[in-house]
């Protein structure tokens, strides 16, 4: 089946760091990613779409400067926390729909992200 | 703006047993898809079911079936034979047919607990 590889799965770093989170579609391409955000003990929230060849689109309230979303190609799309701060310590998943309309999204297996 | 709503934040089964989780939707839309995922402790998000709303019959998956009631806007899960394994947390998700929308809206979750 297909296979969305997310990397690192953890990340432990200081405040004021920027991290960048991978997302890669490994046996199907897909024009279009999505970026989550999960708390402890609630759902996932969508941050963002991420658009091959083109901007992403960020939903309501989440800092487009502060969350750099990159899909430069069918099978990555890259997501940078700039200057993290404890705050943003949380669970980031991306997921990835293969080009068929009528097929399921796929989930990466998340990265942990600890901002101390 | 669709949303999602799953009213039992947790749910405990006997294990062999069956139990139903519920989940009512909000849409003005005639066509979409519903999903539901599994998310064990290790935080991987894992497809259990989907069904289209043109699509009449339920869908079953195993021991995993649904009760989709579209004028309801009502697509509960139900599993049978419950094992060890289905302990997780389950969220239940909407995505439009429509190409901007193909996002998902998931619910606030259940977490299903299985007493040996």
């Known amino acids: 089946g297909a296979v969305v590889s997310q990397h690192p799965s953890r990340v432990i770093c200081k405040s004021g760091t920027s991290v960048k989170i991978e997302c890669r579609s490994l046996d199907f391409q897909a024009t279009t990613m999505f970026w989550y955000r999960q708390f402890p003990k609630q759902s996932l929230m969508l941050m963002a779409t991420?658009?091959?060849?083109?901007?992403?689109?960020?939903e309501q309230g989440v800092e487009k400067d502060k969350f750099l979303i990159n899909h430069a190609s069918l099978t990555l799309s890259t997501l940078t926390v700039t200057s993290a701060h404890p705050e943003d310590s949380s669970f980031y998943i991306c997921s990835a729909r293969p080009l068929s309309s009528n097929q399921p999204q796929h989930f990466g297996d998340g990265t942990r992200l600890s901002i101390l | 703006a669709q949303t999602v709503t799953q009213s039992q934040p947790e749910m405990s089964v006997q294990e062999a047993e069956t139990v139903t989780l519920s989940c009512t939707y909000d849409t003005s839309e005639s066509d979409y898809y519903l999903f539901w995922y599994k998310q064990p402790p290790s935080r991987q998000m894992i497809l259990v079911i989907r069904?289209?709303?043109?699509?009449?019959q339920n869908a079953t998956e195993n021991r995993f079936s649904v009760n989709f009631q579209k004028a309801a806007k009502s697509f509960s899960l139900k599993i049978s034979d419950s094992q060890l394994g289905d302990a997780a947390m389950y969220f239940c998700?909407?995505?439009?047919?429509?190409?901007?929308?193909?996002?998902?809206?998931f619910g606030g979750g259940t977490r299903v607990l299985v007493k040996p």
């Open positions: 998700a909407y995505r439009s047919t429509k190409a901007a929308g193909n996002k998902l809206t």
């Open positions: 069904q289209e709303a043109y699509k009449q």
């Open positions: 991420s658009n091959e060849g083109s901007k992403a689109t960020y």
